[in-house]
C-alpha cells in the first residue's frame, strides 16, 4: 500500500535509464542462463540451461528462496525473466516480480475483460511484452509500468476462439497464434509489428486452392476444408541460421468423423517450416495425416545439432500426442526416427517421408474401437539435454475407446466421444540417435502432466502425478530433490542467475516458488 | 491498495477508450467478467427461443436443429457467424422460397430469442457431444455388434474366476447404460487399491491406499485414522483390484470387446 507510490516515483524518475532493463535480443540466441527471455528459454526449445551451481551432487539441499502468491487461479505459464524482474502471467493479468526477493513491481489487470486460465506467458521485445487473452487479443504493455500501450483482436470469440499462446519475438516480429476446438475455427499464424501491432504476414492452416497439394488432401464435395481447423496452440521454435520458424499445428474438425474429410487433410496436424520475413511455407511434416483422434501436433519441435549416424545434421525433435517420436532433418523435414514411444496400435506403417499412416482399422466406429497411443504426451514442455543426448518427455500410456457418433458427411463437432482407460504415467528418456526408451522413471507414476527443464548440472526438473516437485539426476533417473508444493504444477520449470546465485522457478496452483541453493 | 486499484482501472479504461477512439483495433472484447444476471437472461432467451423453433421451425429443421427435412442449422456456417440475428433474421423473414422455405413473421425479439436457443444447441454440439448424453446417445444395439456365444466363451475363460452373470453381474445391463456398460467393463475405474503396511517393529497396519508416491505412502486404516510413513521406512504390499482387468485391457481386440458387451448386453 506503501510502497506503491514510491514505486510510481520510481518508475518516472528513473524512466531514463529503464533502456538497461531492456531485453538484449542476443539472449535469445544462446542457451538461459542469467535471462530466461522467451517461452521456451530461447529459440531452440530445448529447455536446457548451461547454468551448474545447482548440479546433482547439491540439489538436495536446495530450499525455498523466495514465493509469491499471484492470489489468482491455477496458472499455467511460463515466466521470463529479464534483468532481474520476473514477469509472471494469467488469465488477463501480469505480474512484474523482483527477480531476486519475489516483490511485486507492478500488476496489470485488464478491468471488465472476462478472466479466464490458459495462458501460457508473455514475449518480450526490448521495453514491451506482448500476451494473448482469453478473448483472443494480443496486447501490447509497457514492461516498466506495466501499461496497455494497444491491443488487436487475432480472432472471434463468438466462434470459441482464444488466446493463450506465448507470442515468439523473431528480430521484428512478434509471431502468435490462437486456440479453439469448434467447427468454422480455421488456425493461422499472424506475424505483427511490435510498434504497432500492424499486420506483416498471415500463415493460414487451411490451404488454397493454388497450393495444390495441400488443397487436394481434402475432399471438394463438401465445404470442410473452408471451415476449420489447425489451431496454432503452442509456441514454436526458430533457427536463426536457416531462418525458419518452426510450429505445429493442432486437429481438425469434424474431430472423430472420418468420412467427411476423406484425405490427409493439410495443414492439420503438421509440422510447419516457414520464412518468419514472409510466413511462406517452406516445408511441412505432417505427425498425423488424416487425423480422427484429436492428435494435435502442438507439442515444442526442439533443435538441436550434431551427428546423425555418422553425418552432421540439423535436427528436430518433438514426441509428439499421438505417441510417436519423430526426429527431422530440419533443413527439409525428412524424418531420420519415426518411432512410437508409448504402444501405439493406430499407426500402419510409414510413408517415405517417416510420416505415420493410419490404419483405418483404428478410426472411431460406431460400435467403438481400442486405440492406443493416444495423448502420449500434451502440450507441456519436454526437454533435450545435449550433455546426455537424451530427450525427456513425461509420457502415457493409454487404452483409448473410440465411438463415430455422427458418421456420414455432414457430421459436425466432436462427432465421436472417446474415453481413456487406464493410463499409466511415466517420465521416459529417448536416445535421439535411435529413437529408443532409454530409461524410464514410472515407479509410483511419475510422469504427469508438467514439463521439464534440463540443466548442465546433470539435472532434470520436473513434477510427478502427485504433484510432487522432483529433480532427476539426468543420466540415472535417480530422484535427488523434491518438494510438494501444495497444487498442481500447470506447465515446467524455469531456471536464471542472478547476483551469482541459480534459481530454479516453479508455479504451482497460482504460486510462484523460487528454489535456490541455501544463502552464505 | 484499493484506490490504486481504481486509479489504475481509470487509466486502463482511458487506454481502452483511447484506442476505440483512434479507430484502431476493436476494444476489449465481450465486456463485463463472467455475469451470472446476463448468463441467466441468455438462457431465458434460449428457453423461448426452443419455444419458437419448436412451433416454427422443427418440423422441417428437427427438434435439436440438426436438420430434417430442411437444412441442418448446427452445420451451418451462416449460423454460426451470426451475432444477434443479422444474418439469420432475414433468413426468417424472407424465407428462401427456391428451397422451399416460406417466410415467418417473427419479431426482432422473437428473431433473437431464436439465435440464442440456435448458439446453446451450438455449445451443446461443440462441447457436449464429446461429453454429454445429447444428442447422440449410444444405443446398445450399435455396440452389440459381436455374438452372444463368443462373448460368453470369452467371459466364461477370462472373466467367471471373479465375476458371475448370476451373482455380481446380474441385471448388470440394466443398471448402466450402453457405452458405460462398456467402458466399465473394460475398466472399471475408481476402485482404490488397499495395502498392508509393515513396520520396522513387525506392526501392521491395513486400509485403503490415499497416497503412495515415491517419497510417502498413506492410508485410510481399519482403524478409521489417517496414517502416513515416508516410504523408504515401511514395506508395503499393495493390491489393486483392478490389477485383472488392467492386464486384459491390453489383450482385447476391437471382435473381443464387440463379444463381451453382446453377452453382457443380456444380462438383464
Redesign the interface.
Known sequence: ?KR?PTLVLFACSFAAHLHAQELDPTKLLKPPTDTWPTFNGDYTGRRYSTLTQINRENVGSITLAWAFQTHSRSLESMPLEVNGIMYISGGNEIWAVDARNGRQIWHF???????GGGNKGVAMWKDRLYMT?????LLCIDAHAG???????LDD????AFGGVAPLVIRDHVVVGTSG????LPGFLLSVDPMD?KVQWRWDAMPKKEDTVAWNSWPHDT?VV??GGGMTWITGTYDPNLNLLYWGTGNLHP?ENSEARVGANLYTCTIVALNPDTGKLVWYFQSSPHDTHDWDTVMTPILFDGTFKGKPRKMLAQANKNGLFFVLDRTNGKALISEAFVPANWVKGYDDRGQPIPDP?KEP??????VTGGVGTNWQAPSYDPDTGLFYVNSRET?G?F?L??PGK?A????????F??SKSMLKAIDVQTGKVRWTAD????GGQSGILTTAGHLVFTA???Q?L?ALDAVTGK?LW?MYPGGAVGTGPMTYELDGRQYVVYLADSVAYTFALPSR | MKKFAVVAGLVLAAVFLLNAQEGGPAPGGRPGAPNPAAEAARAAAADRGHTLFKTNCSACHGEDATGGRGADLIRSSLVRHDKNGELIGPVITNGRVEKGMPSFQLTDAQIADVVAFLQSQLTLFDLHTRFGPYPNDIPAERLATGTVEAGKAYFDSHCSSCHSPTGDLAGIAKKYNPPDLEVRFLYPSGSPSTAIVTLPSGQKFEGTVLLNDDFYIAIQGKDGWYHSWPRSAVKAEITDPLAAHAELLQKYTDADMHNIFTYLETLK
Open positions: 500500500m506503491f489487470a485488464r478491468p471488465g475483460a472476462p478472466l487473452t482469453p478473448d483472443a487479443q501499461k496497455l500501450l494497444w491491443q488487436i483482436q470469440p463468438a466462434l470459441k476446438d469448434t467447427a468454422d501491432g465445404d473452408t471451415r474431430v482399422d466406429k460406431p460400435n467403438g474401437v481400442l487404452m475407446v465411438y457418433t455422427m455432414s459436425e463437432g466432436w462427432a465421436g466421444r472417446d474415453f482407460l487406464g515407479t509410483q507414476g511419475r510427478d502425478m502427485s510432487n522432483v530422484v523434491h
